[in-house]
T-cell receptor, first 114, second 113 residues
């Protein structure tokens, strides 16, 4: 069964510094996708970045990069040069290729300090 | 033009009532979903429809009934509302291909009093 674990309920980072949000997963499907979503205090869910299980390179989208370590089953999100607007909940998610269901981790609340 | 629109955004109702939440997407996506986010922010899938066909039906009380008149719409009807149904309900859509993430609606905050 697929499973997503985010062990950091909350994180603090100084503005302009980089921060890593941890995510580990478990699946028996060899083909799967890993995702990160941002949920600001306004409540909407925003898709940030995607990593495929067969992708050789780590995904990057602007200041977001995904540190994918397949053997360790980890898919950490790295946010570079943090901004105040990055303060939000961040969810790691996974979807197996064999199904339509995406499951989400418990989330990490990031606080960016000025 | 909103990609995935949910209405209403807020819904306050008494226990025992029946209510509906509507969702529409204009992205041409084949698959639509309903997720429930509880007070601890945990997101759990409830239902998924692919081209109007129910493909995911998680362990959800049968008071919850999704309806998909066409692939652009997925509505959620809830009968006999209970206090524990209070949550934020998100509609989402996606392409079938694995590489696409979800596009979420803005959420409906349901409060049962």
């Amino acid at each position: 069964a697929q499973k997503i674990t985010q062990t950091q309920p909350g994180m603090f980072v100084q503005e302009k510094e980089a921060v890593t949000l941890d995510c580990t997963y478990d699946t028996s499907d060899p083909s799967y996708g890993l995702f990160w979503y941002k949920q600001p205090s306004s409540g909407e869910m925003i898709f940030l970045i995607y990593q495929g299980s067969y992708d050789q390179q780590n995904a990057t989208e602007g200041r977001y990069s995904l540190n994918f370590q397949k053997a360790r089953k980890s898919a950490n999100l790295v946010i570079s040069a943090s901004q105040l607007g990055d303060s939000a909940m961040y969810f790691c998610a996974m979807r197996e290729d064999s199904g339509f269901k995406t499951i989400f981790g418990a989330g990490t609340r990031l606080f960016v300090k000025a | 033009d909103t990609a995935v629109s949910q209405t209403p955004k807020y819904l306050v109702t008494q226990m025992g009532n029946d209510k509906s939440i509507k969702c529409e997407q204009n992205l041409g996506h084949d698959t639509m979903y309903w997720y429930k986010q509880d007070s601890k922010k945990f997101l759990k899938i409830m239902f998924s429809y692919n081209n109007k066909e129910l493909i995911i039906n998680e362990t959800v009380p049968n008071r919850f009934s999704p309806k998909s008149p066409d692939k652009a719409h997925l509505n959620l009807h809830i009968n006999s509302l209970e206090l524990g149904d209070s949550a934020v309900y998100f509609c989402a859509s996606s392409q079938d291909s694995l590489i696409w993430g979800y596009t979420f609606g803005s959420g409906t905050r349901l409060t049962v009093v």
